[in-house]
């Protein structure tokens, strides 16, 4: 690793036309340029694996147009409350044995309430007990309770910006891009890193992924972590006959994720189920570091423990060694 390249490839001053200059470039420039990045700040062979479990699923109040979990569709989801600390602390460690590093909790919340931050406290410290990394994805949080979080131990907080602030609009109307951006700011502002990204293949233009990716390349701080989503097309919400997005396409917006921000894990994140091995290996030469591990994302599928560690074999891919956090400087 480089650290004077490492240094002058930050950047948080992309402009639009830039950004969708890479997105244009033929795939192949963009994958060797993307891999050229990546092999500057990351070892070339390595994904970092985070398990997650919904711990509160359901129900929500929220209208996020691809979200099962909505109380607004008609999804046959059974709703689920807040789990035992107990359950929890065993599912994190059966995810510790089948090799995950940092274990991944997720509510179904617009927010969560005083009560479920305690709760909450309690399960990060059983997850940190365990030697993991914990990440929480709990809906929009004020300063304060970021600061709980963090006090019990939280490393990643995942709020993702989901899309463009213009396509915005047409997946959530119950909060807006600025109320995300506020949440991110808080996470940031209590010490945490920072797990933010979005979704493709929501119907939005190639500008929407470009514009997406340009907001989280341009925050103060990339964010640590980058998941890149594929539309999961879960049928009774509004998005379920969305047509899938073009393969390519998705890699090309995983290979601008790596340019732009070079130091962060991008995650190749929803969707794997209905991607071939072939297109998995194309996300991870475009830069793709790290995945969710484990039969289930909250509420939908995932490729199964045993098919991912064939796959990484098959490609050489080494799982990240579970060492401890470290927050970025
Ligand atoms: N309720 C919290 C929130 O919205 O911040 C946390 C959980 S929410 C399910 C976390 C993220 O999962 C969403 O922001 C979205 O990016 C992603 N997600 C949810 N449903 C998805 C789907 N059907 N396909 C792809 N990504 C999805
Ligand atoms: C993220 O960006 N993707 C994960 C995680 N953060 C919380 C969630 C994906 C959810 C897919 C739909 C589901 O399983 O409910
Ligand atoms: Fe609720 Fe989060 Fe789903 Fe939106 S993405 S409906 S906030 S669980």
Same mark, same amino acid.
């Given at each position: ?5 490492a240094d ?19 795939? $192949? ?29 359901? &129900? ?13 569709y008609d ?7 807040l789990? &035992? ?19 991944? #909790?997720? !509510?179904?919340w ?11 406290? !309690? #399960?990060? /410290? ?16 004020? /300063? ?6 963090? *006090? ?9 910006? *989901?899309?463009?602030?213009? =396509? ?7 909060r ?5 951006? *506020? ?6 502002e ?9 979704? @493709?293949?929501? %119907?939005? +233009?190639?500008?929407?992924?470009? /514009?997406?990716?340009q907001v ?17 097309? @879960?049928? %009774? ?5 969305q &047509? ?8 090309? +917006? ?15 994140? &929803?969707?794997?189920?209905? #991607?071939?091995?072939?297109? $998995?290996?194309?996300? =991870? ?29 098959r490609? %050489? ?13």
């Amino acid at each position: 690793m480089n650290a004077s390249i490492a240094d002058d490839d930050l950047r948080n001053d992309w402009q639009l036309d830039e950004v969708e200059a890479l997105f244009a470039l033929p795939f $192949q420039d963009l994958l060797f340029r993307a891999q050229t990045v990546h092999r500057v700040h990351h070892a070339p062979n390595t994904v970092q694996m985070s398990t997650l479990l919904s711990v509160k699923t359901g &129900a929500c109040p929220e209208d996020c147009a691809y979200c099962p979990q909505s109380v607004r569709y008609d999804t046959g989801l059974d709703r689920e409350a807040l789990m &035992a600390v107990a359950d929890v602390t065993a599912r994190a460690k059966a995810a510790r044995e089948a090799g995950a590093t940092r274990f991944c #909790m997720g !509510a179904a919340w617009r927010s969560p309430k005083k009560r479920d931050i305690e709760v909450m406290t !309690a #399960m990060i /410290r059983e997850v940190k007990s365990l030697g993991l990394e914990s990440c929480a994805t709990l809906g929009m949080l004020s /300063r304060e309770q970021a600061k709980e979080l963090r *006090d019990a131990g939280l490393d990643y907080y995942n709020h993702n910006i *989901d899309t463009s602030p213009e =396509f915005y609009g047409e997946i959530i109307t119950t909060r807006d891009f600025k109320d995300r951006l *506020d949440t991110l700011e808080a996470v940031r502002e209590a010490g945490m890193n920072v797990c933010c990204g979005g979704i @493709v293949g929501m %119907g939005e +233009t190639v500008r929407d992924r470009a /514009r997406m990716l340009q907001v989280l390349a341009n925050l103060p701080q990339h964010p640590e972590s980058v998941p890149i989503n594929q539309l999961v097309a @879960v049928p %009774g919400t509004p998005l379920a006959d969305q &047509a899938p997005i073009d393969p390519f396409d998705f890699v090309r +917006t995983i290979a601008v994720a790596r340019i732009l921000m070079p130091r962060s894990a991008v995650r190749l994140s &929803a969707g794997r189920e209905r #991607m071939s091995d072939e297109l $998995q290996a194309l996300a =991870f030469f475009a830069g793709a570091n790290s995945i969710f591990y484990g039969e289930k994302l909250l509420t939908t599928g995932n490729p199964d423990v045993e098919h991912d560690r064939a796959l990484l074999a098959r490609l %050489g891919i080494e799982a990240a060694g579970a060492a401890p956090a470290t927050l970025h400087a």
